[in-house]
């Protein structure tokens, strides 16, 4: 109990740290953690998202960083595809579920260092050669 | 002008489905995939896109945790006691973040990713 306790709270300052979503890092947490399988975590780290987006988004919605319409709009439009996505979790095997997310995570990567290595948008950069 | 809206309709139900389909899949929220989606084909800003993502995640993961829950797969108790406590990790994370080299940060967790990802791939 206390380990899940650890581990959301841990995930969760990184999620806030790096603005990376709770789910890349529930699930791994769930499986290593907690032993869960990657079926059970995958299911659980969704469940763990709910909280996590909505306090979020209320406190963005105060800064005014919310399309409330198109937020609704998007999550609307993206129920068929979760569920979609949830028929085919259930129907392959637990290690082509494990080699999906290991790629997944590749793709986070990727998005991680793009966003680190890219100059940051605050600095003033030199005007464009001629 | 019609057409415009029509076009932007279509890409929203681009980005909705394939962030739903990521998400029911991978158990994740989808945001790393509609963030930057927003930022590139709808013309959002960044804090816009990440605001307006939770929004749509609300909604999603919401889906996606009902119909997890009729197959029997979510394990109600531990999803609790890591998503609420998480919910103050993001509010100090976000604090911390102040003071904290973001890109230095990124790149440790990168790394820390890239051995998951390795691990599971390989099956360790």
Redesign the interface.
Known sequence: ?IE?????????????????????L?????TIG?G?SQ???????????????????MR??S?G????R?????????????????????AVPE?A?????????????W???V???RP??TADRAPAPP | MARMAGRRTLR??A??????????????????L?V?L?VLW?G?G???A????????????????A???V?G????R????????????????????QR?S??A???I??GV??V??????L?L
Request: proline share 4%; glycine share 14%.
């Open positions: 109990m899940a306790i650890v581990i959301g709270l841990a995930a969760g300052v990184v999620a806030g740290l790096l603005g990376v979503g709770g789910g890349t529930f699930v791994p947490a769930l907690l869960l079926l059970d975590a995958e299911a659980t780290s969704l469940l763990a998202i709910i909280p996590v987006a909505l306090v979020g988004a963005q919605r800064h960083n919310v399309d409330a198109t937020g609704v709009l998007l999550g609307l439009v993206a129920v068929a595809g979760a569920v979609a996505g949830v028929a085919i979790a259930n290690r579920l494990e080699v999906g997310f290991g790629l997944f995570l590749l793709f986070v990567v998005r991680l260092l966003r680190a290595l940051p948008p | 929203l139900a980005i909705g489905t394939a962030a739903g389909l990521f998400s029911g899949l991978f158990g994740v929220g989808g945001g790393v509609i930057p927003l709808c959002f960044e804090r816009l990440t605001g307006t993502s939770l929004a749509a995640i609300v909604i999603i993961a919401t889906a996606a945790t119909v997890h829950g197959y797969n979510v394990h109600l531990e999803g609790l006691l890591v998503g609420v406590p998480a919910v103050a990790g993001v509010l100090i994370g976000t604090e911390l973040q904290i973001p890109r940060l990124s790149l967790f990168a990713l890239t998951v990802a390795f691990d599971l791939l099956g």
